[in-house]
């Protein structure tokens, strides 16, 4: 009850001469009880005039006299304010005047008829508060679409390089390509023209050919036939090995001696570890004219078939660019080597795209000696894939004793 009463918050008024005493409790649910009688604290009321009051009490609630009804009744005049009210004793005395001219006899006052003590809480306004605004995330630009009516421009198809003029031909091998730019600027390209009159003679290392017969795999790639090598075929220069990764054939010889190329020619590529690579060219010749690097002794005879070539055209395959490898056939390599194997040696470069300079090539200076039916059966697959003879410039031409 300590803790009730705690609590209560007293109020004593005087009406008609009796002494109330109100106690109320301010919080949410709790009550006001207003008791008619405070016997504790106060002096005993005449027990005649509480049990048997007289007839003019009751006009005299209605209207008391009391001074004390004007001190409660004069919040009353003041206009009230619909909204929440912050003076408590105030609500208090204008709820118990209501009560008081409501019923007679014992009076209960409860929070409910009080206003809140305190303005109820307002919802927060947040209409001035702007919204955060995201950046919207930009929207991908998509390609225009072209109109239904128009059609795709299509890429223009690459131009595959060729021996033969036009644009794919050996003076615009240079456009086709980045890779190609040394094809047009190169300083060290192949063939060239070896004029007897102004090489280096000189004691050079002979080359040795380590050659061996293999099964026969060969292609012919749009530009050439072309025989691939096999493991075990190398040869010795300059105290370097190199292996040999295949050969092929031209028409005429790439290579010229004193401005005269030879029927045919053929150039077998050999390639060292480090990727170095050197190109052996022998000369491949049906006719009886006789050249200063020949011996007139060969020309005795007329020449005859070259059996190794003869196998080459026995096996060209019927497609282009796919592998032939017929069965339980087998060459030797040796039998594309001259008796005599004198050499001339200049750096160059490959005599196709891209070019490539740093080739060290050695062009024997004794043809091998093929029938003129052997030459005119490769003329009828490609009648002219040499590339045109390349400036010398400064190079050194080397001829071996």
């Not at 421009?153 to 060729?162: D, F, N, R, S």
């Not at 005795?300 to 490898?325: C, G, M, R, T, Y």
């Amino acid at each position: 009850m300590n803790s009730i009463l705690s609590n209560c918050v007293a109020k004593r008024t005087y009406w008609g001469g009796a002494q109330i005493s109100l106690c109320f409790f301010m919080g949410i649910g709790a009550t006001g009880a207003i008791a008619a009688d405070d016997k504790a604290k106060e002096p005993a009321v005449p027990q005649a005039q509480v049990a048997k009051p007289t007839a003019p009490i009751p006009p005299e609630v209605a209207k008391p006299a009391s001074p004390v009804a004007p001190t409660i009744a004069k919040p009353a005049a003041q206009p009230v304010s619909p909204k929440a009210s912050t003076n408590p004793d105030q609500d208090m005395s204008e709820a118990l005047l209501k009560k008081i001219n409501k019923s007679s006899g014992d009076i209960v006052l409860r929070t409910s008829d009080l206003p809140p003590p305190y303005p109820a809480p307002k919802p927060e306004l947040k209409a001035e508060a702007k919204p955060e605004v995201k950046p919207e995330p930009k929207a991908e630009a998509k390609p225009k679409a072209k109109p239904k009516t128009e059609e795709p421009v299509a890429a223009a198809p690459e131009i595959a390089w060729t021996y033969a003029d036009g644009p794919g031909g050996p003076d615009n091998w240079v456009n086709l390509k980045k890779e190609n730019v040394v094809c047009g600027k190169g300083k060290m390209q192949s063939p060239i023209n070896i004029n007897f009159d102004n090489v280096v003679k000189g004691d050079l290392s002979p080359i040795v050919f380590e050659y061996r017969p293999f099964f026969l795999s060969l292609v012919d790639n749009g530009r050439t036939v072309e025989v691939i090598g096999a493991e075990g075929n190398t040869i010795f220069m300059n105290e370097k090995q190199y292996r040999l990764i295949g050969f092929d054939f031209h028409k005429p010889s790439e290579e010229a001696f004193n401005g005269e190329r030879f029927e045919m020619s053929v150039h077998l590529v050999h390639q060292h570890f480090d990727g170095s690579k050197v190109i052996v060219a022998v000369m491949l010749s049906s006719s009886p004219k006789l050249w200063e690097v020949a011996k007139k002794s060969w020309w005795d005879k007329p020449p005859k078939e070259n059996a190794l070539f003869q196998i080459v055209l026995n096996n060209v395959p019927l497609v282009k660019n796919q592998v032939a490898s017929p069965r339980d056939v087998s060459i030797n390599p040796n039998q594309l080597l001259p008796e005599d194997r004198t050499y001339f040696t200049y750096m160059g470069s490959l005599t196709e795209p891209p070019c490539t300079e740093g080739i060290t090539w050695v062009v024997m200076k004794n043809p091998v000696l093929v029938s003129a039916q052997q030459v005119h059966s490769f003329g009828q697959i490609y009648n002219n894939n040499a590339r045109p003879l390349q400036i010398k410039g400064d190079r050194i031409i080397k001829e071996s004793r």
